[in-house]
């Protein structure tokens, strides 16, 4: 991939953005959030858990990092500022830091920060002995021309290219279930074209050291894959799912395209398969919850973030390998290793209580939204995740004028809603634009009706401005 190439041209040639494959802190805005979402504690050297992958012995730290939204030249990342070039300087003493921590487990993609993402892994790691660290990467093959055979073994050739590497340690079909038919889309990418029989060889080869997937969408085809487990017809060494306390139970209540984490990992951990963990904080927004949970939270553990539940009740379980997050920050690397450097798993009594704290999110009716921006580019302009940001923000923080224009503080929330939305969405960028063709609902991993949402967004936002 050149490096000039813009973010419209390689979204068209990765097939609409790539999917979510990282638990994320990096949704989180960058380094002036509220401090509710960090911690000031200093992690320490030799206290990180690991936990075992007892087919291959992998000592795996239970802390994977995400290579999906590293920090760009002049500050943000590469999915907020696409157009300026990765920190290299700054991605090297992440990782030199979060190594010397005691991480060993990173995951990249050909799809992420536009197909840069394993070039600047591959620097990184290089720099340490191979037998230091584990990369997990992904066959990204969404667009359908890169379905035919030779595309898609070119794709795996170059990711061994740059990531500076003979073979991966942990190789994903990335997002198995997406796009409008999960079904159709996985035979075509994987299945009519024999990609599947031949990443099965590279790891006969010793190419691939473990073969999995990550999943997002239609269950139809992650039950599809688990049967062929049991049957004998394919092997998982390792199932790369989204686990977070608010997906536990109401991901399909959200959104009934969606599947409840519990299911997901029960099904998993009944067959041994080890569970690589995605989205435990839901793209940021287990960091940003709303702040009488803040306070909750804080009453408990004075010291620790509110992102640090979140990244406890992901490692809880036995059966999970690694839980990985996108850390562009030093902040938020700090952070998490002092989450996991050492671990303490959640008590029954703390699981009841994120139990309670996701039913109060889940009742707020927030847009499942978790910013990763795979939406974009709209090709009408519109700053889809923008705007849901801003809904999700005036909902979690009382700014929501939606109890009547009677109602004492209904001017107040009105004005906050109608100047943040300015504020945070430039006009021309705003839901009123949305013509509804359906161009990015495909991409979507939380499979969002978003021109739906967008029109609703609109009409609420006109009848405030008219109800004055």
Request: aromatic share 10%; proline share 5%.
């Amino acid at each position: 991939m050149k490096k000039s190439i813009n973010r419209r041209d390689f979204l068209k040639m990765i097939g609409g953005g790539a999917v979510a494959s990282s638990a994320l802190l990096t949704a989180c805005k960058g380094k002036n959030e509220s401090a509710a979402s960090g911690s000031s504690q200093e992690p320490q050297v030799g206290k990180m858990a690991y936990r075992v992958n007892e087919a291959t012995k992998d000592r795996v730290s239970l802390l994977g990092y995400g290579m999906m939204r590293l920090p760009v030249t002049g500050g943000g990342t590469a999915r907020e500022n696409p157009d300026s070039p990765i920190d290299q300087d700054m991605v090297n003493r992440q990782v030199d830091y979060a190594m010397e921590h005691g991480v060993n487990y990173f995951d990249t993609s050909p799809a992420y920060c536009q197909g840069l993402s394993e070039r600047s892994t591959g620097i990184a790691l290089s720099r340490h002995p191979r037998n230091s660290y584990y990369i997990a990467t992904k066959l990204s093959n969404f667009a359908p021309e890169t379905w035919p055979a030779k595309a898609s073994k070119e794709m795996f050739e170059n990711s061994l290219k740059e990531l500076q590497t003979d073979y991966v340690d942990y190789l994903l079909l990335h997002a198995i279930g997406m796009g409008q038919d999960g079904m159709k889309d996985f035979y075509g990418r994987y299945m009519d074209n024999g990609i599947l029989d031949w990443l099965v060889e590279q790891k006969e080869k010793g190419r691939i050291r473990n073969l999995g997937f990550s999943y997002h969408g239609d269950v139809k085809v992650f039950d599809l894959a688990l049967k062929w487990h049991d049957e004998g017809r394919y092997h998982w060494d390792f199932v790369q799912i989204e686990l977070n306390y608010l997906d536990w139970n109401y991901a399909d209540e959200i959104n009934e395209r969606n599947t409840d984490a519990r299911y997901l990992y029960a099904e998993l951990e009944k067959r041994g398969i080890p569970a690589v963990i995605m989205e435990p904080l839901l793209g940021g927004r287990l960091a940003n919850v709303p702040d009488y949970v803040v306070a909750k939270m804080k009453e408990r553990e004075p010291e620790k973030s509110v992102a640090s539940w979140a990244f406890r009740f992901a490692g809880t379980p036995s059966g999970v390998l690694t839980v990985l997050s996108g850390m562009s920050y030093m902040e938020h690397l700090k952070d998490n290793l002092c989450t996991y450097a050492p671990f303490k798993p959640l008590t029954k009594e703390e699981d009841e209580f994120l139990m309670e704290v996701a039913t109060d999110i889940y009742n707020l009716k927030t847009i499942p939204c978790n910013e990763c921006n795979y939406c974009m580019p709209c090709p009408y302009g519109i700053n889809i995740p923008a705007i849901f940001s801003h809904y999700n923000k005036c909902i979690n923080e009382g700014n929501m004028p939606n109890h009547g224009s009677g109602h004492p503080d209904y001017r107040r929330a009105r004005r906050a809603y109608l100047v943040g939305y300015d504020r945070s969405v430039p006009r021309l960028r705003q839901a009123d634009h949305c013509i509804g063709c359906q161009q990015c609902v495909e991409h979507c991993p939380q499979r969002i009706a978003i021109p739906e949402e967008l029109q609703r967004i609109d009409t609420f936002t006109e009848q405030l401005k008219q109800n004055l």
